[in-house]
């Protein structure tokens, strides 16, 4: 039960599959009320979890919604980590400041615990709401908009061997998937998809289309197999001087240097375009390093994932760590109190222990920068810079925060949201 603020009671409970229409209606009015196509409702039915989502409800209304995707997160070292997917999470207008959204919360992160996964992960529609509830700011992305009539590529050798062919999206999904899957272990932050989620990334609803063509895609190809590829749109626009389309990159990836210049050389030199619109990619995509003018890319950073450990140890324990590392942490958590307290970590490349400790605490966290830096994009330095750590014993912050650095290896990426 959760109870509002004026003494009346209302009921939540795992969502059952004859109310998952009324469930879902509520989410779209949460955001924005804009109704969806058939095919997109029926994917997202078919993707819920009915056994780890919640709904609450006044009567016979769902004033609230929550559910958590049984993801896996790639994190430092390559592990492949159970993480709950916290995800449709929405209060009804009338019911704000009840304690609907504590409540969902509360039992989610109850939930999570007893299902074993160390780790719940979300993107948020609105970052001031789930710091609270201790999710910490892990990933960035960054969206670009490329003057591609002044900005030009220099490319790697072989990208001239690559062949590019086109390919309506839903021909090519099993080749394109198997060069996603070969990523993943590659860079922290990464979902491995379970059977359905292939489906997200060729969705083609007009609605999404922003006046934009129907989505389209090109593989590279060397020695007869699929090496990349990129799904975009184009949206044409014409000036008093002539064509100013746009190209708008859905997707792109790649295996190796040269098919991933060849693919972004092939979007810059679209007939009729002189825009290349990409959003949500890596900090370090290597674009930016093969880019004539940076100026002109107009790079913005936002960020993306944010994560927050479920089981402290656990947690720690699934990860490597850059440099050897000896700390104990004093963790703070007041929504889920049994990861407070002090926690030895002891790990460095090969592998990690974390265990409950009485020594004295080195370094002081919430759960929250414990959750930010957790898969190496947020130095624990930077957060001390901001007052949101505090180091006890002399030294112990700097080995800490190398540690926990992403040193040689790729910025942690979430590649596409859920």
Same mark, same amino acid.
């Given at each position: 039960?959760a ?27 949460g ?55 916290v ?30 996964e ?27 908009e ?9 490319v ?7 062949r ?24 922290p ?7 359905g ?6 969705l083609?609803?007009?609605s ?10 090109v593989?590279?190809e060397?020695?007869g ?13 014409w ?22 210049a ?6 810059f ?28 890319? $107009? ?7 944010? =994560? *927050?450990? #479920?089981e402290? &140890? /656990?947690?720690? !324990? ?31 490349q090969?592998?990690?222990s ?25 130095? $624990? ?7 949101? =750590? *505090?180091? #006890?014993?002399? &030294? /112990?912050?700097? !080995?800490a ?18």
């Amino acid at each position: 039960m959760a109870t509002d603020v004026t003494g009346s009671a209302a009921d939540l409970r795992v969502l059952r599959r004859d109310e998952w229409d009324k469930f879902y209606d509520t989410l779209i009015r949460g955001f924005g009320g804009v109704p969806e196509s058939a095919e997109e409702r029926e994917l997202w039915n078919a993707l819920t979890e009915f056994d780890r989502s919640l709904g609450v409800w006044d009567g016979d209304a769902c004033v609230g919604t929550a559910g958590a995707f049984s993801f896996r997160l790639t994190v430092p070292g390559g592990a492949s980590v159970p993480a709950a997917g916290v995800t449709m999470v929405s209060v009804a207008a009338t019911h704000r400041r009840r304690g609907v959204l504590t409540s969902m919360m509360r039992r989610q992160l109850d939930d999570v615990r007893a299902w074993g996964e160390p780790l719940a992960v979300l993107t948020a529609s609105e970052p001031a709401i789930y710091g609270r509830f201790g999710y910490g700011n892990a990933t960035y992305h960054v969206n670009a908009e490329i003057d591609t009539s002044r900005v030009r590529l220099s490319v790697p050798p072989g990208t001239d061997d690559v062949r590019l062919q086109y390919a309506a999206p839903a021909d090519v999904l099993e080749a394109c998937e198997a060069v996603y899957a070969r990523l993943v272990p590659s860079r922290p932050g990464m979902l491995a998809r379970r059977p359905g989620w292939e489906r997200v990334g060729v969705l083609d609803p007009e609605s999404e289309r922003g006046g934009a063509s129907p989505l389209q895609c090109v593989v590279a190809e060397r020695d007869g197999g699929t090496v990349g590829y990129a799904r975009y749109r184009i949206k044409p626009e014409w000036a008093t001087a002539g064509p100013e389309g746009a190209v708008v990159v859905e997707a792109l990836a790649a295996l190796d240097p040269a098919a991933d210049a060849a693919l972004w050389r092939f979007l810059f030199d679209i007939d009729l375009t002189s825009k290349v619109v990409a959003r949500g990619r890596p900090v370090d995509d290597a674009w930016q390093y093969l880019v004539s003018d940076i100026r002109r890319c $107009l790079p913005r950073v936002r960020d993306s994932l944010y =994560v *927050r450990p #479920v089981e402290v &140890g /656990a947690a720690l !324990e699934a990860r490597t760590y850059q440099t050897p590392v000896d700390v104990v942490f004093e963790v703070e958590d007041a929504f889920c109190p049994w990861n407070a307290g002090r926690w030895r970590l002891s790990g460095d490349q090969k592998g990690a222990s974390c265990e409950r400790t009485t020594d004295a605490a080195d370094v002081v966290l919430s759960v929250r920068e414990l959750g930010a830096a957790y898969l190496g994009g947020v130095s $624990l330095a930077s957060l001390a810079a901001a007052g949101r =750590v *505090r180091e #006890v014993r002399r &030294g /112990a912050l700097a !080995e800490a925060s190398l540690a926990f650095a992403g040193g040689a290896g790729p910025a942690p990426w979430l590649p596409h949201g859920f």
